[in-house]
């Protein structure tokens, strides 16, 4: 499995201190955050995609191209990659160039966003988000896996004999996550793909997450890409940990209370009992992440945590990625008790690239 933190790049108050960081002090913080993640031991670091206030990464392969050069073996994602209002042409040569940086060290979750407005604001209608999602990422795909394409569809000008530059590194295109925490539609669109499908649990009820995922898990045998069991799976959570439980409970309640997605709302106890959100010791951490077995349907590749945001000062930040990274130790090796051997690994460019040349080598 592969373990990492992700964000959303969020700027907001300190309810405690009442402090209210800039936006250079929050992106200068979010590489921090990176690179300590690195140096503790997780796999992955993924940021978001946003174009309004209050969040800052309006250009995530900007600061995944930074991280890149100040790290060495993390891997580097998108919470979300906006593919509804992103032409696809970028998306293909702007996170083929990051691959190429970071030595292929990137992949993506590609997504719809939760920003209404987002859409006219680069000349689409929100009305066509679902039918955008799939022409665009078709596209992509033929982009990174043909020299030269022609193509046509509704919602861009057509293309005639266009290579997209760079190619993509070794010939092998990033690996695709589609992240959706509520639409059916993409979860169908990656089974159909064989891609990895990431669904973030953070706000949602297991019943609902299983349903999704179980969706997902049957359409990806339909397809022919092997048993359900071997479908490339992803959660999030959220987490705040202290030593003893009660500790983490009262520091993490004013930033839940008074944050824009989950104050105002369900308890803070309630919204634990019945979400991944993790507040509470490590051991409490690591026993309650064990069990999103349950929400994904079996074992799965990628865990997700999201450790900053609604507030939550840089200083603290950085203790519980220090501590995750004591957590994810424990995970690993409690995760790979009695994992069947047919279960895949988290794909990587290196096992993409040995995947590509063994099947090279077949048709020869």
């Given amino acids: 499995m592969q373990f990492g933190i992700f964000g959303v790049g969020d700027v907001a108050r300190d309810p405690v201190t009442g402090r209210m960081p800039s936006e250079h002090e929050r992106i200068k913080a979010v590489m921090e955050y990176a690179k300590l993640a690195e140096e503790v031991g997780l796999d992955v670091f993924a940021i978001g995609e946003h174009h309004n206030p ?24 998108t919470s979300t990659t906006l593919i509804t209002t992103n032409d696809p042409v970028k998306i ?4 083929a160039m990051l691959q ?9 979750i590609m997504g719809r966003g939760n920003t209404g407005p987002v859409y006219p604001w680069f000349g689409q209608d929100i009305r066509n ?3 955008l999602a799939i022409e665009n990422y078709d596209l992509l795909r033929r982009l990174w896996r043909e020299d030269v394409v022609d193509w046509e569809g509704k919602f861009r000008t057509p293309l005639q004999s266009f290579t997209s530059t760079p190619r993509p590194l070794d010939g092998v295109p990033p690996f695709v996550w589609h992240g959706s925490i509520r639409s059916p539609e993409i979860a169908e669109q990656a089974a159909y793909y064989g891609d990895g499908f990431l669904h973030n649990n953070l ?14 898990r049957r359409r990806f045998e339909h397809y022919g890409h092997g048993p359900a069991d071997q479908a490339i799976v992803g959660l999030g959570a959220q987490v705040f940990m202290r030593r003893n439980s009660q500790d983490a409970v009262r520091e993490f309640r004013p930033y839940f209370d008074n944050s824009a997605a989950y104050g105002h709302g369900p308890s803070l106890e309630e919204t634990m009992n019945q979400t991944a959100l993790l507040v509470g010791s490590p051991q409490e951490v690591i026993d309650r992440t064990l069990a999103f077995r349950e929400y994904a349907g079996g074992d799965y590749q990628r865990q997700l945590f999201n450790v900053d945001g609604i507030g939550v000062p840089r200083k603290t930040v950085l203790e519980q990625i220090e501590m995750l990274g004591e957590v ?19 794909p990587t460019h290196a096992s993409l690239k040995a995947a ?7 048709e020869v």
């Fill in 356 to 362: 590509a040349l063994a099947a090279a080598a077949k």
């Fill in 54 to 77: 209050p969040f800052i990464p309006s250009s995530p392969t900007t600061m995944l191209g930074y991280i890149a050069a100040r790290t060495d073996k993390i891997i580097l994602s």
């Fill in 129 to 131: 988000a679902i039918p």
């Fill in 100 to 108: 190429h940086l970071a030595d292929g060290r990137v992949d993506l």
């Fill in 92 to 95: 293909a040569e702007d996170y």
């Fill in 328 to 346: 994810v130790q424990v995970l690993r090796k409690e995760f790979a008790v009695g994992r069947p051997a047919h279960v895949p690994d988290a």
């Fill in 203 to 216: 706000l949602w009820p297991k019943k609902h997450v299983q349903q999704m995922v179980g969706l997902y």
